[in-house]
């Protein structure tokens, strides 16, 4: 039975004029797609070097000046960015929705600020270095800077949000790599990260064209009656994507941090197909809930499911044959310590390329208060079972603790979603990637008997292997191969 509204918004109006076309999810999603890989491989190729150049121990340093940087960011945001995203994608007076979220944010980051400055002692001895005042100046310029990406989504022109975080990473690369010839050490990285999020910033700034405009209570009424169910919904973000490196980092050793962290930035390698559908469909959505136009909504989270999930099976059946070779051989020997951990993380990233598509559909439909539900629970179940798992079991036990929460996020929200809008899933066409995936573990099985991948290049050419299997063996399906041609197709549409 479908749920009832909480209540009118008081400033949404019958038009849409923020929203003056229909998005092309091949054209959006390809482009999206093609500069989120290449952005991909450099990220990759850079935190080898850093890794390599600074070693386990120091780069553990880095690792939890991010946490930190994400937890006063989820605190300092709270939901804002969602609902400013959301709002502006229905066109409620999108100048004025702006102002009021540039006057909400600016009052929670100079809190955080403040709080930051006050316990800079302790802030600096739990990342193990003097970062306190730098931390607030990168806060204030992350939550600036991606207020303007979600504006960019918001009127769909989504596929130039990439373009932005490509040229963010690529100043962040530079900057870091060259800083660390001086001999920065680790903080060429924290200033990396500053310079890449000023980068951001200003072109950010410079694409948006809604400007902000002075608001009324209303105006700050309907963001915050979004975002304080997006806030939790954000803060349960947040501890899926940190609890487990914050714990590692108060139990064990920076080294141990360094490990845990590469693995988990591994995975989210082969998760970005499932981001690029979230980002690219959301505002699209959002329309067409606005509209009731639910069908579209079903067809389309039907083939974004699979989609998300077209990479992350095969990278798991790669990663659980070859976990310790992938550590090991290119990171260095100091990293196999998360190697058992690694494979649980990436068993996680197949249940979360459903979740990712399943929230997105969620905030689409304007009920962020079922996001929030579910959030509460695998939150709660997140932080206790990190605090439990792992002073016991270690790195494996995070790991562990950030899947369990995970699948009961997913079976939450897919279970609340099917209340509001049609939910299926092409089990045809993810059983096809599965078989395929199985073909691909086998021919590695049987190459890697004749040639074991002890040496950096046998291991490429292994995994340049089971990609080729696995591709060749996925095309064979005739549906999969349909929808690829269709999407090449639709790509050069305007």
């Known amino acids: 039975m479908e749920e009832k509204r909480r209540g009118p918004d008081p400033v949404r109006p019958a038009s849409r004029t923020t929203v003056p076309r229909r998005l092309n999810f091949a054209r959006a999603g390809g482009l999206l797609l093609g500069l989120e890989l290449f952005g991909t491989v450099v990220g990759f190729l850079s935190t080898v070097y850093f890794a390599t150049e600074l070693g386990a121990a120091r780069l553990g340093v880095f690792f939890l000046f991010e946490a930190v940087l994400s937890t006063l960011a989820t605190f300092g945001d709270f939901g804002l960015r969602g609902a400013v995203e959301k709002r502006i994608s229905e066109g409620a007076a999108p100048s004025q929705i702006l102002g009021a979220a540039l006057a909400l944010k600016l009052a929670l980051i100079g809190t955080l600020g403040v709080v930051v400055f006050l316990f800079r002692d302790l802030v600096n001895g739990y990342v193990g270095a003097d970062i306190a005042l730098l931390l607030i100046v990168t806060t204030v310029l992350y939550e600036l800077s991606t207020l303007t990406v979600h504006v960019l989504r918001a009127e ?31 903080r060429a990285l924290l ?11 200003v072109a950010g700034v410079s694409r948006v064209s809604i400007h902000p405009a002075r608001p009324a209570w209303e105006h700050v009424r309907t963001l915050v009656d979004y975002a304080k169910f997006n806030g939790i919904w954000g803060l349960g973000g947040h501890v899926y994507n940190t ?43 959002s329309a067409w809930s606005a509209s009731g136009e639910y069908e579209q909504i079903r067809t389309t989270l039907r083939e974004g499911t699979t989609a998300s999930l077209f990479l992350v099976i095969p990278a798991f059946a790669g990663v659980a044959l070859l976990s310790e070779e992938l550590l090991g051989l290119v990171f260095g020997p ?6 058992a951990a690694f494979v649980v993380l990436m068993g996680e990233k197949v249940v979360a390329a459903v979740n990712i598509v399943l929230d997105a559909a969620v905030r689409a439909v304007d009920r962020p208060d079922i996001g929030a539900g579910a959030t509460v629970v695998s939150l709660t ?3 206790v079972l990190n605090l439990v798992l792992v002073p016991r079991y270690g790195l494996v036990g995070g790991a562990v603790a950030t899947g ?9 929200l897919g ?7 049609p939910l299926e899933f092409a089990l045809g066409d993810i059983g096809w990637s ?21 040496t950096l290049p046998r291991l490429l050419g292994q995994v340049v292997l089971g990609g080729v299997v696995y591709l060749g063996v996925a095309l064979l399906s005739p549906s999969l191969r349909r929808k690829a041609r269709a999407n090449v197709a639709r790509f050069g549409e305007e």
């Open 381 to 383: 179940l997140n932080v």
């Open 434 to 454: 599965v078989g395929a995936a199985g073909a691909m573990a086998g021919t590695l099985v049987a190459v890697g008997t004749v040639v074991p991948p002890t």
């Open 415 to 421: 279970v609340f979603l099917r209340r509001i809008v």
């Open 191 to 201: 200033y990396g990260v500053v310079a890449g999020y000023v980068v951001l910033l």
């Open 334 to 339: 100091e990293y196999v310590l998360a190697a």
């Open 404 to 412: 369990l929460s995970m699948a009961v996020h997913t079976v939450a």
């Open 243 to 285: 609890m487990d490196l914050l714990v590692i980092g108060f139990f064990l050793s920076s080294a141990h941090v360094a490990g845990y962290e590469l693995a988990w930035r591994v995975t989210l390698m082969t998760a970005v197909v499932g981001g690029v559908v979230a980002n690219t469909v959301f505002a699209q959505l």
């Open 156 to 186: 769909l022109r989504t596929d130039e949000t990439a373009l932005l975080y490509f040229l963010r990473l690529v100043t962040y690369v530079v900057v870091a790599v060259s800083l660390l010839q001086f001999g920065f050490g680790v």
